[in-house]
């Protein structure tokens, strides 16, 4: 106990505090969703006029603007989530649950972008739609798990109960996520490995990575400012019989 | 950090640690099952099932596709750089079917080690670049001045 009420604890109890970060987090979200969005749109316009052709793929190539960029912000946002489930576990922190439960829409969807708008792809490249090798089944299967998620917090009406079973849910499915992100490297896969490496050389030329790399920066930013916004919209939810809540918004209850 | 905390904190990331690398090591023993195709070694060595049909992949040899002049028949050789498989198939390709190119076919091994596919996929590698970066390439590799790009990695 003496220990836990060091001043870097209490500053990280008072930041997380739910009043607190509604109010920090107003410019974040705002600041983030400007900066990334303008930033998409100019990747867009980018990889999709101005990049030069591919040439094998041609014009299809350019559906990785969209595909690299959904598929790379699901993995760091499950990445953050299970971050997230240790500390809603061990510390308690209200915060936590109300940003994971907000989480899972937002991954739900990217992850739902990437497998589609690979299947897109892969009609023209591959000469199938789909097919069951290791990259993509590990990433339909982290789509199930953003489902049972959702299912799972919708099912138990007891607050306390659905947030700890999700952040359960998250752990045991984190699993997944080395298995996606290697699993071109540790299988043989019909996937192509990694184009853009951290070590060694990035196959790719520098007119089609830049927009590329900008349209992942870009998403992150949005992804982030979706979290935050519905992380806000959470907080007003869940704490919409406290006072702070209802001067917030403006209404006075009758006490 | 309270005692409790503590003991919980290592808890959780003991159980998740545990959890995820015992089931990824559980997937790498299991490689043959997990693998969506087997090499050109693999068959050379014997691994791939005689008596059914499988997946088979590697990169189209430069030089090796003879196509037939009177029927949709095609024959050419994959390689995995150590192991070489002649295969035969039948219908229209992938449009992204080239020689250089990686391919993934469905069929089965005849007893004059011969692949029968039914059905032939282009494998797209991990390489983007314009035709003009593709030519110079190209170029270079038919002086014979670098290693052949496409096949740098992947298999």
């Given amino acids: ?255 | 950090m309270n005692p409790a905390r503590k003991q919980r904190l290592i808890l959780i990331l003991l159980a998740v640690g545990l959890f995820t690398v015992s089931v990824i090591l559980l997937l790498i023993a299991n490689r043959n099952q997990v693998n969506l195709f087997y090499s050109p070694t693999d068959i050379v060595e014997g691994e791939a099932p005689l008596d059914r049909s499988f997946r088979a992949g590697g990169v189209v040899v430069h030089d090796s596709v003879w196509r037939d002049t009177d029927t949709l028949a095609v024959t050419f050789t994959v390689s995995d750089n150590l192991s070489e498989v002649t295969m035969t198939y039948t219908g229209i390709l992938p449009d992204l079917f080239k020689e250089g190119q990686g391919v993934v076919a469905t069929g089965t091994l005849n007893e004059n080690g011969i692949f029968q596919a039914s059905e032939v996929l282009a494998r797209h590698d991990e390489n983007y670049m314009p035709p003009e970066v593709a030519r110079a390439l190209e170029e270079a590799r038919r002086r014979g001045q670098t290693p052949d790009y496409n096949n740098a990695g992947g298999y």
Wanted: with cysteine; charged share 15%.
């Fill in chain 1, 1 to 255: 106990m003496a220990l836990s009420l060091t001043p870097v604890w209490r500053w990280f109890h008072r930041w997380t505090s739910p009043p607190n970060f509604y109010r920090i987090s107003r410019p974040w979200a705002h600041g983030l969703m400007a900066v990334g969005g303008t930033a998409l749109f100019v990747a867009w316009i980018w990889g999709l006029v101005f990049a030069p052709e591919d040439y094998l793929q041609g014009n299809s190539y350019r559906i990785i603007f969209v595909h690299v960029p959904s598929a790379s912000a699901s993995l760091a946002l499950y990445l953050t989530m299970a971050i997230t489930a240790v500390i809603s576990l061990v510390w308690k922190i209200k915060l936590a649950d109300m940003v994971i439960r907000q989480c899972i829409p937002v991954g739900l969807t990217l992850t739902a972008l990437a497998l589609i708008s690979g299947a897109i792809w892969g009609r023209p490249t591959w000469g199938v739609y789909w097919i069951w090798d290791a990259r993509l089944t590990s990433m339909l299967l982290q789509l199930f798990l953003f489902i049972g998620m959702w299912a799972i917090h919708t099912a138990i009406d007891q607050q306390k109960l659905a947030d700890r079973a999700t952040a359960i849910l998250v752990l045991v499915g984190f699993v997944n996520l080395p298995i996606i992100k290697w699993s071109v490297d540790w299988w043989n896969t019909m996937h192509q490995p990694a184009t853009i490496r951290i070590t060694g050389e990035t196959t790719m030329v520098w007119e089609m990575l830049a927009p590329l790399l900008l349209s992942m920066a870009a998403t992150y930013c949005v992804v982030a400012a979706l979290v935050l916004y519905r992380t806000r919209w959470e907080i007003l939810y869940r704490e919409r019989k406290t006072r702070w809540v209802q001067d917030e918004l403006g209404i006075r209850g009758k006490a």
